[in-house]
Nanobody
Framework: QVQLVESGGGLVQPGGSLRLSCVVS????????MGWFRQAPGKEREFVAG????????HYADSVKGRFTISRDSTKNTVYLQMNSLKPEDTAVYYC?????????????????WGQGTQVTVSS
């Protein structure tokens, strides 16, 4: 049974930082491209960041480039999203996802497995 379990969300003030984690089980972690998506109230789920199997290649949405960093640790079957300089518009439920292909896709339909999400709220 494949499971992706996110954690690390919470309430943070503008300009603050959070680190999200996603622990993956039930699949060969090294064989999957991993992505982070987010969904704000009333909006569609959108791509945030992706990382290839090796961890050496990453891709970011323009809205988070320079502020967020995606990384992975194959010894822990975990993908991370370090979020700095947070803004109120970053408020959303954040989801991690796994894709068996080698490409970092930015569309939801390409991902095979999803986590349940973790809430991030940026507010003063």
């Amino acid at each position: 049974q494949v499971q992706l379990v996110e954690s690390g969300g919470g309430l943070v003030q503008p300009g603050g930082s959070l680190r999200l984690s996603c622990v993956v089980s039930g699949l060969t972690f090294r064989s999957y491209t991993m992505g982070w998506f987010r969904q704000a109230p009333g909006k569609e789920r959108e791509f945030v960041a992706g990382i290839k199997r090796s961890g050496s290649i990453t891709h970011y949405a323009d809205s988070v480039k320079g502020r967020f960093t995606i990384s992975r640790d194959s010894t822990k079957n975990t993908v991370y999203l370090q979020m700095n300089s947070l803004k109120p518009e970053d408020t959303a439920v954040y989801y991690c996802a796994a894709d068996h292909t080698i490409v970092i896709h930015t569309t939801l339909g390409q991902y095979d497995y999803w986590g349940q999400g973790t809430q991030v709220t940026v507010s003063s």
